[in-house]
């Protein structure tokens, strides 16, 4: 199994409350995980937890077998790449940008520049780009290059984070397709926040619901009553904003 999280809590410093509670679930090389849940469930703080940009409280996540602490954190982000939901170039150019993962990995210049080209081909970027910076972007075409520079380095498990927020309905199931695709091809896991359910339904093998920061339910696609689902998170998103006026 590629990943394997086994009774995961996590408590920042200074809260009194853990914000996930008892997650345990796996995934495996080339399965696409959906995570869902209301805004506040915990979604983004697994994903953190998952590239060590923070760590359990207790429980463990093994990574090929072995546990997340003896990993080093930068080697570990080699292979298990999170695309955050607001993408940042760190100043670079589009190029730069998708040059600096392979670059990191020691490939020589040909090898680099061959990366680039397919990849960015299978993605439909236009050679303009390439010279732009993120302020030349816009905010889909800044989360376009993101996802593009989480798998030229070709991850053992990719984590993306609302991806496709600020893409229509059109680029974001092309966009998605791409991604399945080479994720399918190269047998790389996914975990996908994702609040366009519909999108969600089509591509994902596996869905997990989060709820104030519990998984309350791990389910195969096809298994799910997405349109209740969508109906659930509703709800819940109404209550909690309810409470929070009040």
């Given at each position: 199994?590629?990943?394997?999280?086994?009774?995961?809590?996590?408590?920042?410093?200074?809260?009194?409350?853990?914000?996930?509670?008892?997650?345990?679930?796996?995934?495996?090389?080339?399965?696409?995980?959906?995570?869902?849940?209301?805004?506040?469930?915990?979604?983004?703080?697994?994903?953190?937890?998952?590239?060590?940009?923070?760590?359990?409280?207790?429980?463990?996540?093994?990574?090929?077998?072995?546990?997340?602490?003896?990993?080093?954190?930068?080697?570990?982000?080699q292979?298990?790449?999170?695309?955050?939901?607001e993408?940042?170039?760190?100043?670079?150019?589009?190029?730069?940008a998708?040059?600096?993962?392979?670059?990191?990995q020691?490939?020589?210049?040909?090898?680099?520049?061959?990366?680039?080209?397919?990849?960015?081909?299978?993605?439909?970027?236009?050679?303009?780009?390439?010279?732009?910076?993120?302020?030349?972007?816009?905010?889909?075409?800044?989360?376009?290059?993101s996802?593009?520079?989480?798998?030229?380095?070709?991850?053992?498990?990719l984590l993306?984070?609302?991806?496709?927020?600020?893409?229509?309905?059109?680029?974001?199931?092309r966009?998605?397709?791409?991604?399945?695709?080479?994720?399918?091809?190269?047998?790389?896991?996914?975990?996908?926040?994702?609040?366009q359910?519909?999108?969600?339904?089509?591509?994902s093998?596996?869905?997990?619901?989060?709820?104030?920061?519990?998984?309350?339910?791990?389910?195969?696609?096809?298994?799910?009553n997405?349109?209740?689902?969508?109906?659930?998170?509703?709800?819940?998103?109404?209550?909690?904003?309810?409470?929070?006026?009040?």
């Open positions: 199994m590629l990943l394997q999280l086994d009774r995961i809590n996590y408590t920042p410093p200074n809260f009194t409350r853990p914000l996930l509670t008892d997650i345990s679930f796996s995934l495996a090389a080339g399965e696409w995980i959906a995570l869902t849940g209301i805004t506040g469930a915990g979604k983004s703080t697994l994903l953190r937890l998952l590239n060590r940009l923070s760590e359990p409280t207790s429980g463990q996540i093994l990574f090929n077998g072995a546990n997340y602490r003896s990993i080093p954190p930068t080697t570990l982000r292979q298990v790449m999170l695309v955050s939901q993408p940042k170039l760190l100043g670079m150019k589009v190029r730069e998708l040059a600096y993962p392979l670059q990191l020691s490939l020589n210049p040909k090898q680099i520049e061959q990366r680039i080209v397919t990849i960015t081909e299978q993605f439909e970027i236009p050679s303009e780009w390439f010279d732009r910076t993120e302020l030349q972007l816009s905010a889909g075409q800044k989360q376009i290059v996802i593009v520079r989480g798998l030229i380095a070709q991850p053992q498990i993306l984070d609302e991806p496709i927020a600020n893409l229509d309905f059109d680029t974001a199931t966009v998605l397709t791409t991604i399945a695709n080479i994720t399918k091809a190269q047998q790389i896991g996914m975990i996908i926040v994702n609040h359910l519909e999108l969600t339904a089509q591509f093998d596996r869905l997990l619901y989060l709820h104030d920061g519990k998984l309350v339910l791990d389910q195969a696609s096809q298994l799910v997405w349109q209740d689902l969508q109906q659930q998170i509703h709800t819940a998103e109404s209550q909690s904003i309810a409470e929070w006026e009040d």
